[in-house]
Nanobody, 132 residues
Framework: QLQLVESGGGLVQPGGSLRLSCAGS????????MGWFRQAPGKEREGVSC????????YYADSVKGRFTISRENAKKTVSLQMNSLTAEDTAVYYC?????????????????????????WGQGTQVTVSS
């Protein structure tokens, strides 16, 4: 099982930017799918963005398309989320997640578009607050 640690959360003004990072350890391959989920107060956890370690396929939730960018580095052991044009609706606890399954193509869209039940490793979460 992986160990995932998020960082980069904080307070930012509307229209501002923030970059989240997730450092993973305990990988047995470089083909894990990884992603970001978030949970706002009073709401269910939802998928934000995911990236496949096998074919590079990327999923973005409709609410963040064009504003957020997901990427992997450090031999795919780190996943980052660049968040631009932030709004109050982006305020949430953001969680990094990974799955040892080799999820590729459109299958990743299905797994990432919900609460992330198919992901088996989770970080502790980092708070993102968008407010003036």
């Amino acid at each position: 099982q992986l160990q995932l640690v998020e960082s980069g959360g904080g307070l930012v003004q509307p229209g501002g930017s923030l970059r989240l990072s997730c450092a993973g350890s305990g990988f047995t391959s470089d083909r894990y799918a990884m992603g970001w989920f978030r949970q706002a107060p009073g709401k269910e956890r939802e998928g934000v963005s995911c990236i496949s370690g096998s074919d590079g396929h990327i999923y973005y939730a409709d609410s963040v398309k064009g504003r957020f960018t997901i990427s992997r580095e450090n031999a795919k052991k780190t996943v980052s989320l660049q968040m631009n044009s932030l709004t109050a609706e982006d305020t949430a606890v953001y969680y990094c997640a990974a799955t040892s399954f080799m999820v590729t193509g459109g299958f990743l869209d299905v797994y990432c578009s919900g609460a992330g039940s198919e992901f088996d490793s989770w970080g502790q979460g980092t708070q993102v607050t968008v407010s003036s």
